[in-house]
């Protein structure tokens, strides 16, 4: 299985995963197009899907003209999501491949949106887990509660995605990466591995390379939002549960500006 950066607009990425096996391929939220079909031919692969993450026009935008390009293709979305283009609803839990080897598994992610779908992909013989996170989880950050509540993204990010294997990499919507890695610091300023990791992000960008992906691991590490049911998380936020503290956060970071 391979994985590629699309960028898009100005701070989106688009992905294209290959089933090397096959040569398919699938893009997750492609968003521009050309700029996939671009690559798809470079790398002389086959677009059979595309895999939307939730209904906003940056995400689900492009879906209608990959259909005009490329007749056929299925497009994947939530069910409670009005995604545009969307050929297959999804529900929690369906499982689907790509080729003869990538398999692909949906996790019903809400709060950003309601029908928001995370997508955990993995390898022949589960080999090289991968999610890709739309906009509920960003490297260090989370998606602002458009549609739901601080218990729904709690479960999104805690307990769904919090509980994939430690070293499933994390491919998210948006290039936030410096900018949550600053505010973290403001959560936690005593967190070695959220200054660590915000040099190391500063570098990435002055080099013009993206932060993503980030993995699981790191984020239980550097994220405030996925560190709530610490109990010093909760004392920095002035909290008694996970929650709480969650939706304290996510206000500071609305009003935050870095």
Known sequence: MKIFHVPCLEDNYSYMIIDETSKEAAVVDPVEPEKVLHLAEEEGVHLKMVLTTHHHWDHAGGNDKIKQLVPGIKVYGGSLDNVKGCTHKLENGDKFTLGRDVNILSLHTPCHTKGHISYYVTGKDEEDPAVFTGDTLFVA????????????????????????PRTTKVYCGHEYTVKNLQFALTVEPDNERVAQKLLWAQHQRKVNHPTVPSTIEEELETNPFMRVDLPELQGRAGCHSPVDALLEIRQRKDKWRG
Do not use: D, I, P
């Not at 950050?141 to 994939?164: D, H, N, P, R, W």
């Open 141 to 164: 950050g989370c998606g602002k509660f458009f549609e739901g509540t601080a218990e729904q993204m709690y479960q999104s990010l805690c307990v769904t995605l919090g509980s994939l």
